[in-house]
């Protein structure tokens, strides 16, 4: 096609499009002419049609718009393929920044080109989102915690529309699911825990406050997790709520608080409850005995003959020996019964659940059975054989006292009754077992 010929378009649907499109003569020397464009592409680039129309580009375009253009067409028309290519510059006279997608088709007429046609957008807010969402995914990936963005408007379903890139890996659910819907994510809240963390929420949304919850989640690989929850909420609409914040797996943090406060319940060598988990659930075991109007009974054992063990065959030796009537002792209870170790030797049970009728009797069953299986023998290395007894002394709730220093002390009064009479035995507390009981008569 000659130089100045009308092209053949069709400028009404040129017009009619909603994105810039022009068209470029492919002169010799490599120069472009600018033939035809529609008033999308003027307006994109804040320039007039008689500005452009007709001109060279060199004529009408920026040095640096020209700089960066001009290659990509020599490319197109050497080449014959398309390009795509995005700028920021704009063309000359035009005041915006404003980023400019283009795609730039040759035009080929019985084997020679003669058009460069393009199509050109404004995508400045598409690239600026996507630009802001690669940092937002940077910034957050190496976070220990997931930020989200959780919406709740009216009656409809809560969303979680923005989140951190490592939701999925945290939840073990489609992000894209819960943009649309968050109930899989409540649906998989431990249902223990899912009323809380409702009420939580409602508690946030009413009174607008910071909100901190933990609750246990099902996650559909790593099974259960503990997950922490911080968010502020604010209001949206009338009856809309949204949430910031961020989730956090607290999972190690809760079995190494669970770790510490077992250890700190519980007898190191034995495995057993220590005298603090002791008292503590006796304290609650009195409560309940007061309000079901029922009996309990403490056992309090103190091992005889254990001492020359320790001296003759070392700690270790001893050490076995505690850890072997603990596990003997433990058999012979009933669920709802506990065993604890007070320190060295001592140990004492706790009887719960019984009516007073027939809680006497099965405390002396239980008494019988402990002495029974405490004085089996005990075999050490190289065939050594030991035995060892038990003295148990029994008190009553609410016949020998009603508060737990009473009780212990009444069985503990008992229990030097018993070894008075001769060890190996149980004896029930009574005003006189009190006045039996002699300083040092232990193991």
């Given at each position: 096609m000659?130089?100045?010929?009308?092209?053949?378009i069709?400028?009404?649907?040129?017009?009619?499009?909603?994105?810039?499109?022009?068209?470029?003569?492919?002169?010799?020397?490599?120069?472009?002419?600018?033939?035809?464009?529609?008033?999308a592409?003027?307006?994109?680039?804040?320039?007039?049609?008689?500005?452009?129309?007709?001109?060279?580009?060199a004529d009408?375009?920026?040095?640096?718009?020209?700089?960066?253009l001009?290659?990509?067409?020599r490319?197109?028309?050497?080449?014959?393929?398309?390009?795509?290519?995005?700028?920021?510059?704009?063309?000359?006279g035009a005041?915006?920044?404003?980023?400019?997608?283009?795609?730039?088709?040759p035009?080929?007429?019985?084997?020679?080109l003669?058009?460069l046609?393009?199509?050109?957008r404004?995508?400045?807010?598409?690239?600026?989102?996507e630009?802001?969402?690669?940092?937002w995914?940077?910034?957050?990936?190496?976070?220990p915690?997931?930020?989200?963005?959780?919406?709740?408007?009216?009656?409809?379903?809560?969303?979680?529309?923005?989140?951190?890139?490592?939701?999925?890996?945290?939840?073990?659910?489609?992000?894209?699911?819960?943009?649309?819907?968050?109930?899989?994510?409540?649906?998989?809240?431990?249902?223990?825990?899912?009323?809380?963390?409702?009420?939580?929420l409602?508690?946030?949304?009413?009174?607008?406050?910071?909100?901190?919850?933990?609750?246990?989640?099902?996650?559909p690989?790593?099974?259960v997790?503990?997950?922490?929850l911080?968010?502020s909420?604010?209001?949206?609409?009338?009856q809309?709520?949204?949430?910031y914040?961020?989730?956090?797996?607290v999972?190690?943090?809760?079995?190494n608080?669970?770790?510490l406060?077992?250890?700190a319940?519980?007898?190191?060598?034995?495995?057993?409850?220590?005298?603090?988990?002791f008292l503590?659930?006796?304290?609650?075991?009195l409560?309940?005995?007061?309000?079901?109007?029922?009996?309990l009974a403490?056992?309090?054992?103190?091992?005889?003959?254990?001492?020359?063990?320790n001296?003759?065959?070392?700690?270790?030796?001893?050490?076995?020996?505690l850890?072997?009537?603990?596990?003997?002792v433990?058999?012979?209870?009933?669920?709802?019964?506990?065993?604890?170790?007070?320190?060295?030797?001592?140990?004492?049970?706790?009887?719960?659940?019984r009516?007073?009728?027939?809680?006497?009797?099965?405390?002396?069953?239980?008494?019988?059975?402990?002495i029974?299986?405490?004085?089996q023998p005990?075999?050490?290395?190289?065939?050594?054989?030991r035995?060892?007894?038990?003295?148990?002394g029994?008190?009553?709730?609410p016949?020998?006292?009603?508060?737990?220093?009473?009780?212990?002390?009444?069985?503990?009064?008992?229990?030097?009754?018993?070894?008075?009479?001769?060890?190996g035995?149980a004896?029930?507390?009574?005003?006189?077992?009190?006045?039996k009981?002699?300083?040092?008569?232990?193991?």
């Amino acid at each position: 096609m000659a130089s100045g010929e009308t092209v053949d378009i069709r400028l009404e649907a040129w017009e009619q499009a909603g994105d810039a499109l022009f068209l470029l003569e492919v002169l010799p020397g490599m120069q472009f002419r600018i033939l035809a464009c529609n008033q999308a592409f003027c307006d994109q680039v804040e320039v007039s049609r008689q500005e452009v129309l007709g001109h060279l580009i060199a004529d009408c375009f920026s040095e640096p718009l020209l700089q960066e253009l001009e290659p990509r067409y020599r490319l197109a028309a050497e080449t014959k393929e398309m390009q795509e290519y995005d700028t920021w510059t704009p063309l000359k006279g035009a005041e915006s920044q404003d980023r400019i997608n283009t795609l730039l088709s040759p035009v080929i007429q019985e084997g020679v080109l003669t058009h460069l046609f393009g199509v050109a957008r404004k995508v400045t807010r598409r690239r600026l989102e996507e630009s802001y969402r690669e940092r937002w995914y940077k910034l957050t990936r190496h976070l220990p915690g997931v930020p989200f963005e959780l919406r709740q408007e009216g009656q409809g379903p809560s969303l979680i529309p923005l989140a951190g890139p490592k939701l999925s890996a945290l939840l073990g659910l489609e992000a894209d699911e819960l943009k649309k819907d968050a109930s899989s994510f409540f649906s998989a809240v431990h249902a223990d825990d899912l009323a809380g963390l409702k009420q939580s929420l409602a508690i946030s949304s009413s009174d607008l406050d910071d909100l901190k919850t933990s609750f246990r989640f099902r996650h559909p690989i790593k099974g259960v997790r503990w997950i922490e929850l911080h968010a502020s909420p604010e209001t949206i609409n009338d009856q809309g709520k949204v949430w910031y914040g961020y989730l956090v797996d607290v999972t190690e943090q809760h079995e190494n608080q669970a770790n510490l406060q077992y250890l700190a319940t519980h007898d190191a060598l034995t495995d057993l409850p220590n005298r603090s988990l002791f008292l503590e659930s006796l304290e609650k075991a009195l409560i309940q005995a007061k309000q079901d109007r029922k009996a309990l009974a403490l056992l309090f054992m103190d091992l005889d003959k254990f001492k020359p063990i320790n001296d003759e065959l070392g700690h270790k030796a001893g050490d076995r020996v505690l850890k072997d009537i603990a596990k003997r002792v433990e058999k012979q209870l009933a669920a709802q019964d506990l065993l604890a170790r007070l320190g060295g030797d001592e140990f004492v049970v706790l009887m719960t659940g019984r009516s007073s009728n027939r809680l006497k009797s099965e405390a002396l069953d239980l008494a019988d059975a402990i002495i029974n299986v405490v004085s089996q023998p005990l075999l050490f290395r190289e065939g050594t054989q030991r035995q060892v007894g038990v003295s148990i002394g029994i008190s009553f709730y609410p016949e020998h006292g009603e508060d737990a220093d009473t009780l212990i002390s009444c069985s503990d009064d008992a229990m030097y009754a018993a070894k008075h009479a001769g060890r190996g035995r149980a004896c029930i507390y009574s005003p006189e077992t009190a006045a039996k009981r002699k300083p040092g008569s232990g193991s």
